[in-house]
């Protein structure tokens, strides 16, 4: 469940932090795991709901006088309406502008000051604010933050400045990058009626149109504690944190309702085909299938296919189109199954110099036809499944990664799925696999995406799926 800006998808990057490990790890992850596993990370959660609807999460990590303060809203790309996208990403930005208690940056200059760091990002289906720092600063933190969800001024001048700001992010990061580009352009083939389809740093001609009333509207809309959650993960006493939260949090009152996304992708019905031209040095292929989320079972098995596809030099894109057959440049999967809505699973490719995209598309479709027949091994199956569970444990190391795993999973479903994600993991059999490759992973549902060079610059590989802030 990594963060990512507005190229590929992604999925339970927050997991995937230490999948580098590689050869040190290849002996261990092809056995299965030993009957006393790692204790529950998230056993001790304590949650609770303020008066004026925001939800409360608070874990307690005693081993360093340390926190993570994280506020998450249910707000993202998907939340807004057609001619006005970028809107959520823009008031991320605005965000850091000035308050009624706080000039301008002064926000972060304090948060430095004490030997903090904090920032921001937003996705398609939120936004987060983060502080990340000495215990000590949790009320402070907590003051700052309910002071700009309720308190934000931003003039007219601000207001330009920012916008102007976005528009040059959104030419570096897309514009001029051919392959955000084809991804942009593959996401709004592959979705036809719902808002995953839009950008997430929004059109360019709508952020060159949108106003100050437009950003004040979307503000006023989603900026309430009623659509926010606050995740407080480190060394605190969970009472104490509930006691601050209801006297800062809770003194904000709860705004009307947000409007629901209510708009549904229908079944796609036949393969949906875009090339981009661009100036590139070298072509680059993605193949993206409609399927189901976190709401759906066959989201593990899904999950396991991306590591058996693509994680690590011994995965079968890596050893059979890199290594063996010397087709690829790189070649991954990658599928995000704590979405709110329906995701995609994307298979990606760039050819080597002298290699077709047509060479690649046969390629992929053989390592798919070979799962859609073949059970995967025992061992394969192993091998995936403890990598997953390694990942999962070794990130919980970190403060800052299991609040945004709270945060994330409570913001677009439920936050004890990732409790049930080990076991649900661990459950998947070789038949799971081979049934969802072939429901899913079938040429009706797909949209194929062709970046098509003209001559000049590098093509630059995607990054990765929230939009952050550098404040």
């Not at 030997?115 to 402070?140: C, H, I, M, V, W």
């Not at 661990?426 to 970046?451: F, H, K, S």
Request: charged share 25%; proline share 7%.
């Amino acid at each position: 469940m990594r963060a990512r800006t507005s190229a590929s998808p992604g999925a339970w990057r927050f997991f995937w932090v230490l999948v580098a490990w590689g050869c040190v790890w290849t002996a261990f992850l092809a056995l299965p795991l030993r009957a006393a596993d790692p204790p529950d990370p998230f056993s001790q959660v304590v949650e609770h709901r303020l008066k004026n609807g925001m939800l409360v999460l608070v874990l307690r990590e005693p081993r360093a006088p340390l926190i993570s303060h994280q506020v998450w809203y249910r707000v993202g790309s998907r939340n807004e309406q057609l001619g006005k996208t970028g809107l959520t990403h823009l008031t991320e930005h605005l965000m850091f502008k000035a308050t009624e208690k706080y000039p301008a940056k002064e926000f972060s200059r304090l948060v430095q000051k004490a030997g903090g760091t904090d920032n921001a990002f937003t996705s398609k289906d939120y936004t987060a604010y983060f502080q990340n720092g000495p215990k000590t600063e949790l009320k402070r933190w907590m003051e700052m933050e309910a002071d700009r969800m309720r308190g934000l001024k931003v003039d007219e001048e601000s207001f330009q400045t920012e916008r102007k700001v976005v528009l040059e992010e959104r030419r570096l990061r897309t514009e001029d990058d051919p392959v955000s580009f084809l991804v942009e352009e593959t996401m709004a083939t592959a979705f036809k009626a719902h808002p995953y389809q839009w950008p997430i740093i929004g059109w360019q001609h709508d952020l060159e149109t949108v106003t100050r009333e437009d950003f004040l509207r979307h503000y006023n809309t989603y900026y309430y504690p009623n659509n926010a959650t606050l995740v407080v993960v480190g060394d605190v006493d969970p009472k104490e944190v509930v006691t601050l939260a209801e006297q800062i949090y809770g003194a904000l009152p709860a705004g009307p309702s947000p409007p629901p996304v209510t708009a549904r992708e229908p079944q796609q019905q036949g393969e949906r085909r875009v090339v981009v031209a661009r100036e590139a040095q070298l072509p680059y292929l993605l193949m993206v299938y409609h399927v189901p989320n976190w709401e759906s079972p066959d989201c593990f098995p899904l999950e396991l296919l991306v590591r058996i596809l693509s994680k690590g030099r011994s995965s079968r894109l890596y050893h059979n189109l890199v290594y063996k057959d010397r087709l690829a440049l790189e070649a991954s999967a990658d599928y995000d199954l704590d979405t709110a809505d329906a995701s995609l699973f994307v298979l990606s490719a760039q050819p080597l110099p002298g290699k077709t995209v047509g060479q690649l598309e046969q390629a992929l479709e053989t390592e798919i036809r070979k799962l859609q027949t073949e059970l995967v091994s025992d061992k394969e199956l192993a091998k995936a499944k403890n990598q997953t569970a390694a990942a999962f444990y070794m990130s919980m190391d970190s403060l800052f990664y299991r609040g945004m795993v709270l945060g994330k999973l409570a913001t677009v479903a439920r936050w004890q799925l990732v409790r049930e994600f080990i076991p649900k993991i661990q459950a998947v059999t070789g038949e799971d696999i081979r049934r969802v490759a072939r429901q899913y992973l079938v040429p009706t549902n797909r949209t194929v995406g062709i970046l098509q060079p003209l001559t000049g610059a590098r093509a630059k590989l995607p990054r990765p799926q929230a939009m952050g802030s550098h404040h």
